[in-house]
């Protein structure tokens, strides 16, 4: 099974024909310890499972214009992946956390993230002050943008492992972060808030760091 890539691709180098590397996944590269046929298969579930996740928290979500800056990304992102997905394919870790992502921001956008049920959930088992699923979103947008972009940095540009990666990831993550604050700011100055409906948690910057030192972690992890 092979999937051609630019010559200038440094990941799972295979033979060079007609100016672009073959790389056979099944000996090398990503998918080297995955059976053929869940490599076919895996991302095309994913892939399933997400537009129809997609579907059911776009069907009368708490607030329309939440689910829109929530699910935002996963409707941009969809469509992206399959129409790269032969020329620059990810690993299978990071479509697993790319789905796990898109399901924490669809949910978020549906109940909006004070009134999920899994954080009201939390909140009575462990005795949080209030609904923490923020936290959870918090979280996964430090960690799952800084493994994407780890992976497209060490692939597509001639940096390696070391400080400057780990400066430019935590750079992309924070200006994500900056963006949904001045989105969150721009809803809030464009209409009043409903009473009877609470809020959305802000993605808070301060969340972030979490996040990427869970990532930095685990990449020393993995190297060591």
């Not at 993550?173 to 809803?187: D, F, G, Q």
């Amino acid at each position: 099974m092979t999937f051609p890539l630019p010559a200038g691709e440094r990941a799972g180098r295979g033979a060079e024909v007609g100016g672009e590397v073959s790389i056979d996944y099944t000996k090398r590269g990503p998918y080297r310890n995955v059976p053929v046929k869940l490599q076919d298969r895996e991302p095309v579930i994913l892939l399933v499972a997400s537009v129809v996740l997609l579907t059911l928290s776009g069907l009368d979500p708490h607030d329309r214009l939440t689910w829109l800056l929530e699910a935002g990304p996963v409707l941009l992102a969809l469509p992206l992946l399959v129409v790269t997905y032969s020329r620059f394919r990810l690993t299978p870790l990071l479509y697993r956390l790319l789905f796990i992502h898109a399901v924490i921001l669809m949910v978020g956008g549906h109940y909006t993230y004070s009134l999920t049920p899994i954080g009201f959930w939390m909140q009575r088992v462990f005795g949080f002050a209030r609904n923490h699923y923020d936290r959870i979103g918090h979280l996964a947008q430090g960690f799952v943008p800084a493994i994407l972009t780890r992976e497209i940095l060490l692939r597509r540009s001639p940096l390696v492992r070391g400080k400057w990666l780990f400066f430019l990831v935590t750079c992309v993550c924070l200006a994500v972060s900056a963006l949904y604050e001045l989105l969150e700011w721009w809803r809030r100055r464009s209409r009043a808030e409903r009473p009877h409906k609470p809020s959305w948690e802000p993605r808070a910057i301060p969340g972030i760091p979490s996040g990427i030192c869970f990532w930095r972690w685990s990449a020393r992890y993995r190297h060591n």
